[in-house]
């Protein structure tokens, strides 16, 4: 049963008001961004045979899509109640939670980025019980444990993002853990 969770600045409205004024300058003449990141169970399975497809198991998919500056701080955000200090329960909690902190957080990219054309960043961890089998067109078969994380943008916005999402990996952990027991 795949469940999505889509952040935008209309669904964070808390942290698009609360982004320092240089970030909103810069996210005017930025080009959108997207962060997404997707979870698999243990249990989970999709099998595609020619023109049908059948999942089963829990996936969970997180997205962020708006301006860098934005996505950044929303990852950030979503990072800070990952915390143990902290119990938020619902999304207007979570987003409002560490508003107060987000002076000091880094969503600045370079001035460069402005003239980069769009990246791409995407990698995959994999359990040692991941599966994938495929033959092409006619099958596709995967089953087992998988995080993906995908990042679209400029490419100091790719490595700034990456960095956060690398420097917290027990968010990523905790995600695992809550989600996909629900």
Known sequence: MPMDLVITPTVAASVDVSLPLAVKIRDILARPAEIRISIQSAD?????????????????????????????????????????????LTPNEIFAARVAEMQRWNLRTPWSDLFQRDDMLKFEITGQSHIVTRTFPIKFYEAGPKCSVFITGKPGFAQVAAAQINLNAPMLQRIVAGMLTT
Do not use: H
């Open 44 to 88: 989970y399975v999709k099998e595609r045979n020619w023109l049908s497809s059948r999942e089963s198991g829990a996936k969970f998919q997180l997205t962020i899509r708006g301006k860098p500056g934005f996505c950044l701080a929303a990852l950030q955000n979503l990072i800070g109640p990952m915390r143990p200090d902290t119990a938020v």
